[in-house]
């Protein structure tokens, strides 16, 4: 059974850091590419970052700025990652570990944790 933990969220502060973490088990870990979603409140969903099987290919949303979150992984603790920085109450939402169905980038997410809630508020 393909299960996915998210842990590492909380209440910031307003250009504060937190660092998610989810752990992987019932599949491969190390032979599929992952993906953080995020939902704000009465919100859809959105993608934040994908990451390659083997950690060394990334990809995120086009956007005009400074990137303040980072993807990355683990393979040999099955733990995916994502550092957030410069954290705005924008970020506020549920954030989403999913498993996606290749090892590589553009394949569509399969498998979904239960989400970790970070508020970004003073």
């Known amino acids: 059974e393909v299960q996915l933990v998210e842990s590492g969220g909380g209440l910031a502060q307003p250009g504060g850091s937190l660092r998610l973490s989810c752990t992987a088990s019932?599949?491969?870990?190390?032979?599929?590419?992952m993906s953080w979603v995020r939902q704000a409140p009465g919100k859809g969903l959105e993608w934040v970052a994908t990451?390659?099987?083997?950690?060394?290919?990334?990809?995120y949303p086009d956007f005009n700025g400074e990137r303040v979150a980072y993807i990355s992984r683990d393979n040999t603790k099955n733990t995916l990652y994502l550092q957030m920085n410069s954290l705005r109450p924008e970020d506020t939402a549920t954030y989403f570990c999913?498993?996606?169905?290749?090892?590589?980038?553009?394949?569509?997410?399969?498998?979904w944790g239960q989400g970790t809630q970070v508020t970004v508020s003073s």
């Open positions: 019932g599949f491969t870990f190390g032979s599929y590419a």
């Open positions: 999913v498993k996606t169905t290749h090892g590589g980038l553009g394949y569509p997410m399969d498998y």
């Open positions: 990451i390659v099987d083997d950690g060394r290919r990334t990809g």
